[in-house]
């Protein structure tokens, strides 16, 4: 996989593209590359208060939220209307004009372009410290097997021992091959009314005797 450098996005200079509510943008983002956006729409408002509210009940911690793939910051919002403060937010999004969006929405949050596999120099980078959760709309089952577990295994390397990732998506199973990596996947909610209706899941290290 190639890797995409790390880069701070600041608000200013953003096109008058991204003036809007954020729909356009994400159809056109998605046109351009469907497999790599995952989701045919942004989340809609109820999966993104229970992605949100899974969220905040896993975190470990005091260190900041990190979401990878936030696309036009639909999660983003809704963990802020849950009561989190921008500035414990690191956003990491690989598509620099989703990237551009979210700095112009969230400007007080950690907006960096850069890939989810590289999370760990990326929060070395800003010295952000370990997340106190990790929230995911990584479309994590259009990917190859080992770039799925390159992403997991490098957001297990950076949350704390009883940390958690909270994914969702839209099958019926994680997307994650949670036994033979030694995970606990558990899926926590359904968001029915979304398109396509999705599942919920919260995905730590399981408890060894």
Same mark, same amino acid.
């Given at each position: 996989?190639?890797?995409?450098?790390?880069?701070?996005?600041?608000?200013?200079?953003?096109?008058?593209?991204?003036?809007?509510?954020?729909?356009?943008?994400?159809?056109?983002?998605?046109?351009?590359?469907?497999?790599?956006?995952?989701?045919?729409?942004?989340?809609?408002?109820?999966?993104?208060?229970?992605?949100?509210?899974?969220?905040?009940?896993?975190?470990?911690?005091?260190?900041?939220?990190?979401?990878?793939?936030?696309?036009?910051?639909?999660?983003?919002?809704?963990?802020?209307?849950?009561?989190?403060?921008?500035?414990?937010?690191?956003?990491?999004?690989?598509?620099?004009?989703?990237?551009?969006?979210?700095?112009?929405?969230?400007?007080?949050?950690?907006? $960096?372009?850069?890939?989810?596999?590289? $999370?760990?120099?990326?929060? %070395?980078?800003?010295?952000?410290?370990?997340?106190?959760?990790?929230?995911?709309?990584?479309?994590?089952?259009?990917?190859?097997?080992?770039?799925? %577990?390159?992403?997991?295994?490098?957001?297990?390397?950076?949350?704390?021992?009883?940390?958690?990732?909270?994914?969702?998506?839209?099958?019926?199973?994680?997307?994650?091959?949670?036994?033979?990596?030694?995970?606990?996947?558990?899926?926590?909610?359904?968001?029915?009314?979304?398109?396509?209706?999705?599942?919920?899941?919260?995905?730590?290290?399981?408890?060894?005797?």
């Amino acid at each position: 996989m190639a890797e995409i450098p790390t880069t701070a996005i600041r608000p200013r200079g953003v096109g008058a593209q991204l003036r809007g509510n954020g729909l356009a943008l994400f159809l056109k983002r998605w046109a351009s590359n469907p497999r790599r956006i995952g989701a045919i729409l942004p989340s809609a408002k109820p999966l993104a208060r229970l992605m949100a509210h899974a969220s905040m009940e896993a975190r470990c911690g005091t260190g900041p939220i990190v979401e990878l793939g936030p696309g036009t910051g639909s999660i983003t919002r809704a963990l802020v209307e849950h009561g989190l403060a921008e500035n414990e937010l690191v956003l990491i999004e690989r598509d620099r004009e989703l990237c551009r969006w979210l700095a112009r929405r969230f400007p007080r949050a950690g907006v $960096i372009e850069g890939d989810a596999a590289r $999370i760990g120099a990326i929060l %070395d980078e800003r010295a952000a410290g370990a997340p106190s959760v990790v929230v995911s709309s990584l479309p994590l089952r259009n990917m190859a097997g080992s770039e799925r %577990d390159t992403i997991i295994r490098a957001i297990l390397d950076v949350l704390p021992h009883t940390g958690a990732l909270v994914q969702f998506t839209y099958a019926r199973h994680p997307g994650i091959a949670c036994a033979r990596l030694g995970l606990a996947c558990r899926r926590v909610g359904v968001a029915a009314l979304n398109f396509p209706p999705a599942g919920v899941w919260r995905i730590a290290r399981a408890k060894t005797n």
